[in-house]
């Protein structure tokens, strides 16, 4: 079985940490890897979830099995923070744990291919490279739609709405909540207004990636979209990652959430989607949820997690400011929408070989496709980080 392997193919992004581990300017700044860094360049532990860590050596009482479903407390605070724990969607929806937001699709994908194989899955272009290879080997066909112009830094919607004319009863359309993964740029709540109108003029089901949610405006705007879209379609699933905004990244937190025309359907089409969870995983990991479902259910502690989210948020957006700034300026292009667009990424019009350019001479890492992670960037490197890329583009 191992004697003929060829050579694996590389990862794109986990290629990019090894180049980057092997890079010995003291000078290199690392933009590759979606992970948050702070001011100072760290990717630390939130103390909400340090002082949640404590308070569970102290007081857990078992490691018991749950059920495949993963911790209760942790899938209804995670329902709640998405739909609002008031609203009539919380009420027909029901949420599945998973080992992380990659779980969450994968669960997805597994469950749509069960109980319906011939659907298509729409996905973006560009957009996160792991939607390619999860849901085709769920044995699901893909489809691209167009979403981004990386000249303008704009949403391509009138093309991205023209292509999704091609949406077939039962296929999926899938979106991302907020903070696009690789491009920073949102739709507008008038556009998702629209593209609810598509989902339920072709049948279609919406699946949504909630990998940023709190990186763009704030806990409540962020979920915004997603809110309005399930108040409008009858069916949606919800992808959720506590990876970035609990800063739990290697934990594996993320659930997926199946909302339903009532509560009934909700309750069923959970208990049918629960044995895709058992033969995957059998159970999801539970300390990460643990920590999650403890903040979110202590008031002093959600609160503290609050401040430290909106802390990560604001700096990410003075991040994007003072990079659109300084970019324009260096280069006489107009790169305003970094400054608009929202989340950690943003998606540059820039050719493999600047990409080069920039890790070589100037020591700066981004991926190959052009993605670039400002949430690695510090106020300190801005000013270097700028010039490198317009030095790179004018190349
Ligand atoms: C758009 C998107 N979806 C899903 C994920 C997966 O998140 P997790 O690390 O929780 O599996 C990511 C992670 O980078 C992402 O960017």
């Given amino acids: 079985m191992f004697s003929n392997l060829p050579e694996p193919p590389a990862d794109p992004i986990l290629g990019m940490a090894q180049l980057f581990a092997a890079d010995t300017s ?48 942790f899938n209804d605070r995670t329902r709640a923070m998405l739909l609002g724990p008031d609203s009539a969607e919380f009420q027909r929806a029901r949420t599945i744990q998973t080992p992380g937001g990659t ?25 996160w490279a792991n939607h390619n290879a999860i849901f085709p ?68 089901l919406p699946l949504i990636d909630m990998a940023y949610m709190g990186f763009g405006e704030g806990l409540e705007e962020d979920a915004a979209a997603v809110r309005l879209l399930a108040s409008l379609v009858p069916e949606v699933m919800i992808a959720s990652s506590n990876s970035k905004n609990f800063a739990l990244y290697r934990e594996r937190v993320g659930a997926l959430t199946i909302i339903a025309a009532d509560e009934g359907q909700a309750i069923r089409a959970h208990a049918h989607a629960v044995p895709q969870a058992r033969s995957n995983w059998s159970m999801p990991p539970d300390h990460g949820a643990a920590v999650v479902a403890h903040i979110l259910s202590t008031p002093e502690l959600k609160t ?10 604001d700096r ?3 991040i994007r400011r003072a990079l659109a700034e300084q970019l324009s300026s260096n280069s006489g292009r107009d790169f305003s929408f970094i ?39 510090t106020g300190g490197n801005v000013p270097m980080v700028a010039r490198a890329i317009s030095q790179a583009l004018a190349a």
């Avoid at 503290?304 to 948020?313: F, K, P, S, T, Y």
């Avoid at 540059?348 to 020591?363: E, F, N, P």
């Avoid at 890492?365 to 993605?371: E, L, N, V």
């Fill in 339 to 377: 400054a608009h667009q929202r989340g950690m990424f943003t998606q540059l019009d820039i050719g493999s070989d600047a990409v080069k350019v920039l890790r070589s001479r100037h020591h700066v890492h981004i991926t190959g496709s052009g993605r670039m992670n400002v949430a690695g960037l």
């Fill in 137 to 204: 080997r769920a044995g699901l066909e893909l489809v691209r739609y167009p979403y981004y112009d990386p000249t303008s830094g704009q949403v391509l919607f009138d093309r991205m709405v023209e292509a999704l004319g091609d949406l077939r009863a039962g296929d999926i359309l899938l979106l991302h909540g907020c903070c696009h993964n690789p491009t920073g740029a949102d739709l507008t709540l008038d556009q998702w207004r629209e593209v609810a109108a598509i989902a339920n003029r072709h049948g279609a």
């Fill in 304 to 313: 503290q997690w609050e401040g430290e989210l909106a802390e990560m948020r």
């Fill in 26 to 73: 003291p000078e290199k700044v690392d933009l590759g890897i979606g992970v948050y860094h702070d001011a100072e360049g760290l990717a630390g532990v939130l103390s909400s979830v340090k002082a949640a860590e404590r308070w569970l050596l102290e007081n857990q009482q078992s490691k018991k099995y749950y059920s495949s479903s993963g911790n209760a407390e």
């Fill in 316 to 318: 990410v957006t003075g």
């Fill in 103 to 127: 779980g969450a699709l994968k669960l997805a994908a597994d469950y749509i291919w069960s109980l319906a194989p011939q659907a298509r899955v729409f996905i973006p272009t560009p957009t």
